[in-house]
C-alpha cells in the first residue's frame, strides 16, 4: 500500500471503538465524520442524535 501524499485532514469517530481516528483510520463504514477538529469528533454521536432528533421532527411537520 502506498503512502497518501494528500491524506485527508478530517477527525473521525469510530462507534465501534469509541475512538477518535484522524490520519490512521479504520474502515469507512465504521465511521462517523469527517468533522473539523478532534473536539468535534468526540461528540459524534451527541451530534448524530441531534440531527436524528431534528429530522424526525421535520418528518413529522411534513407529515401533518
Known sequence: MT?????D???YFNPRTH???HHDRG????L???YPDE???RR???I???RTRQADAEDAEFDD
Open 3 to 7: 503512502e497518501d501524499p494528500n491524506p
Open 9 to 11: 485532514q478530517g477527525w
Open 19 to 21: 475512538q477518535v481516528e
Open 27 to 30: 474502515r469507512a463504514s465504521d
Open 32 to 34: 462517523l465524520g469527517p
Open 39 to 41: 473536539q468535534t469528533a
Open 44 to 46: 459524534a454521536l451527541e
Open 48 to 50: 448524530a442524535a441531534e
